[in-house]
């Protein structure tokens, strides 16, 4: 009998690393990579990775963009992210000020 684990579990802890040592940086690229539109990629566009705990990621968005948000949008951001991660993940959003690049504001600059 082989130990090796199952190649889902592999690709679970495999998820699981990458979520976990997500950086603000890396925050940008995932979010191209979500493809999500509508109020829950918007929210996402204009929001700054403050934290990740484990499974808990902790979001800030940018309080010039709180008209889109409501407490509905948490649990759906919750659902994109733990499609994309391939794990359970839990998002909480804070509106307050950014104090690094959101996906929006990279996304303008790179217009210009």
Do not use: C
């Not at 403050?50 to 948490?74: T, W």
């Amino acid at each position: 009998m082989s130990s090796a684990k199952p190649a889902s579990d592999a690709a679970s802890s495999d998820n699981l690393t990458e979520l976990e040592t997500l950086t603000h940086v890396r925050w940008l690229e995932v979010y191209k990579a979500l493809g999500i539109g509508g109020i829950v990629g918007n929210v996402l566009a204009n929001s700054q990775l403050e934290s990740v705990n484990g499974k808990a990621l902790h979001f800030i968005l940018d309080k010039s963009q709180s008209a889109v948000f409501s407490e509905e949008i948490q649990p759906k951001v919750s659902q994109a992210l733990a499609e994309y991660f391939g794990v359970s993940v839990s998002a909480t959003i804070q509106i307050g000020e950014v104090s690094a690049e959101t996906p929006a504001m990279l996304s303008q600059r790179l217009k210009q």
